[in-house]
């Protein structure tokens, strides 16, 4: 399980300041590294750090790297495999139609699988993320424009994917047929964006326009004259749709509607069925901050033990649960939380 | 008026990483800078750092040059003045009986007309820090004895500080007259330690002894046998103690207890006497985190109004008040909170 | 016209910290950026850094992550094109027989024209180096040892290059049809060495064997029992060496050995043959350091005029002439060269 | 023994980048580290940077902290002692009449006296460098004119010394009475220039004027209508010239003139003498490059033997003998030279 996040703004001046902003808004989805590719109409700039969307994209020298009023952008998280810049997205290749910039939150479950079948045809694989392998089957793909490239490619992996992808005219974003992970779209001065939660629309002051749905590939396409057309396909019949519950619980920033729900909700409403499910006799509700803090509202709320603040948390540290190692994610536990003695000397708690 | 950290370890293996610990522990009291001293029985090492305690001192390498069973560090948070390394404490002189490191936490009210009659009798400022007038002050005392020079110097200055020096035998830690800056004394492994709040003896596993009293200095020796004292001597004559409001509502962590008074719960109360004293309509109280949430926990309680997270707060940003520069503040500003919309949509809140 | 450097070591303990002595000691044949891929006997690792071979090749923390017994490297020199990481080599790719990287002196001149058709059959290429069509050729070859589907890759190619590859077991050394480039073979504690020139040789004490020859391909392949075969192969039937005239004038060091001709020697005979030609009254024979200094010796020596160091060299920057652009030329240039007024003043030079 | 750069301008637009070249050009006295100190006519601005010249002082951005038409600079060499920023010059204090910043080559005989017997009588002393005396002996003189505290300051100083100072309105420079190190003033667009060597007046276009007298102090100051007053004082009745023998066998570049010799003339004339001393039967002059190739042309020059490089430097590595430590000697050794093996090999040479 995994999480990360992917954004894309298009037609705006600065679209990197913007991008990075927005990824700022995604920090907690990826901590591990940070990317964005954008396009000024002649040529690709691409620019990866190791570390914090603020640690690098805040130089002005770096942003001025990344001209363009197209970008995309992408904060990783990694689980398992190589920690290295090689690996971190977006990911681009030059097509015989020119070049194509990715950026991937998800997990496929073939992709290991397609991997091996395309460098045992003479593909050359430079990095060792499954996203890579979506690039190759569109640059493999035997339909003609980039979209239906794009299409036949992700409609052969399979799994979880959230994607955006950017052309020298196209902006592409895709949702895998059941929704596993979230993706939106807005809108600022009139044109599209899209990212992995609507707090990325409110830090830019960007309109939330709708989701998008599971199972639907979006094409916003630059016309000679200068306007947008936007087309709106399916990769997969209509089946429900089945967000990670992982989002409501742990990855998804709690002012973030996922797939129409108020993430802050449904973890206080899982409170608030904790409590009557399983109440308890208790002095006080204490949150362990700050995941777990709507939930123990609802507690409380629904119990009448009163909620207060016994586990502080120290704000110069990151998540622990989505560090890389357990060694790290042991040291963060230490250094970032500690009691509030005062409170909970002598009570009884849950 | 501003705050800042100081920290003191004392006869314990790896001195400089445990003041590491406990001035990230203390990263709220100034983000700015941080700097620590260390002996190793031979010589003083110092090291001063831009930026979070987190974003150095976590480095092996930096710890490394730092050896030594005794410490003091310090963060800096600052106002008004020059940004410069020299001006990060904590400050060291070679005297005539040997080094002397200081950290201060406070302001000096005369300190700028010492400044002046000390550089007219000849001395050179290398700092434009009003801590390093102590320093000159020890060093022209006529008292022969480090710790009667330290409370010599002490005496002439007006203000209010919490203070621990560091010589080659010697842990000194003093407070002002009123106590406005607070400091505490704990104990690890049987050995002396001193810190700002306690919160910073919690994240080392600390105990805590008792407060620094106003008014009075600590001063620990270690002896020729290897055995610790401790003397305890008072520069002013009993005046109630005075500490310093924004202890209560700003700079301190609500874990911590200051002169006795959990943080926390005077956050709370302030919240309490609120809604007592101004009572309102409203469908949901919403704390500006972080400072504002015990507060709000008590308006909610004190109210029956629900209380709700309506505004989240980025944790990849600092803290606002303490950035040096109005620019940054404002741009601090808008990166770190974001409304929970769906929370307050529609809501009448206070 | 161009230059690089490539290296490769094989089969001896800490082959990074030698392969870096050696991208040293080749430094002046590009100061653009430097990799080095090592293998260990299960994994490939890769480093690569913009600037100069001794600005990070001296860290004991990046030779750290460059471990085994197998390495090759190479030090960039670009005149057009894209400077980034990604360009910098060794290239390296995962085939379906295993991980190879190659290491590239030289120009192709269908480099280009195979690029683009590769991609139209569906590659990726996420370099702009031209030296990346041959992992692709590599990759694409019908043949099935390693070594073959090299020799089919480079068969191909037209043009300029020196070139070295690693395998798993293998280390390939490979010169173009007519030896544009140089490439030596040398030994040390028994075990092969291939680099572009013989000065990487001697700072590491190596022994020089022979030069690679022209339409030549080396392989050595380390053996189940440990021992290491050496196959020599042809590529292109014998004709006459037409080494590049630059690498006597401009790119080798004076004290290497190019195809077997002294540099020095080469340079030191084209000051005696101008001398000859071309004699001129003047007071002062001056080099321009240091490229000049072998002729002026030579034009000296023929003339009978005094040789004197009237241009002296400030040795904290760099080569200009091979500098990226012509503004940081012009800049080099005026920081580079000074005057020796007290030997030319009132003189006649030429 | 010890060598080191100082450099001062004054009254020309960004003094700071002008100080940045001259010290550049005088690197080869110091490695280890260089400031620069400028004053804007309200402040003055302090930056150190442990490195060569050009690796820090380069950065646009690092100038711009460096503002006014006022600078002084100083490259650092160390033998012995700390090596910490804080013992890079130029020093600077705030003194009762304003600031001062002075930056010292040169070695004071009764430095560590003086600093004992000033630390006795109640002074801070921040630095371990011999040079803070100065500014303490400057900061206690009873003179009331800084022109009169400075000369006060240095005639209690013995040993040797070029020195500049700056204060807010004067800039100063200052021999031994003896005058073993170097220091000579030039001129920019009509303003006055101090340098180590003249060098360092060539690589900006600045004109010598004459070498700063053994026993002399030249102060220069802005009058308020804004014309520049020279004032010339001796702090020592005449005695000879005793420069340092080592500034012309090794510490000063050879297009450098010293005291009025040439630096490459007096090494070329060793040679000279050498073979005229002690001729030898030999097949090859080689010159052990850079530091002995003015002799090495001298000694062929009068015995008739050819001159060669038969070693070649690799100049990609500073200058060894100057490196604080022995490993790092022996290592840089190892890097640096190479022979060159066809002009030496079956020779006799010396």
Redesign the interface.
Known sequence: MKSAACLAFWGIDDASTLTA?GL??L??RGQEAAGIVSFDGRQFY?EKRMG???DHYTDPALLAKLPGTMAIGHTRYSTTGEVA??NVQPL?????AGGIAIAHNGNFTNGLTLRRQI??T?????STSDT?VV??LI???RHSSTTDRFIDAIRQMEGGYAMVALTRTKLIAARDPVGIRPLVMGELDGKPIFCSET?AL??IGAKYIRDVENGEVIICEVQPDGSITIEERKTARNVPERPCLFEYVYFA???S?VSGR?V??ARKNAGINLAKEAPVEADVVVPVP?GG??AA?GFA?QSGI????GI?R??????TFIEPTQQIRAFGV??KH??????IAGKRWC
Chains 1, 2, 3, 4 share one sequence.
């Open positions: 902003l700022h808004a920090q907690h691409t914090l969307v603020g810049l090689r681009f290749a030059e097509l015989e460098i045992a003479g593909a050359i694989c430079q890579e690039l190759h640059a493999r793909s707090c409110d830090i920033r709690p002012d509607v108020s802050y909700k700050d803090t709507p509202i709320q009163p909620f207060e603040l502080i120290n704000h110069y540290v990151g998540r230490r250094l500690s009691a509030n003695r005062a409170e």
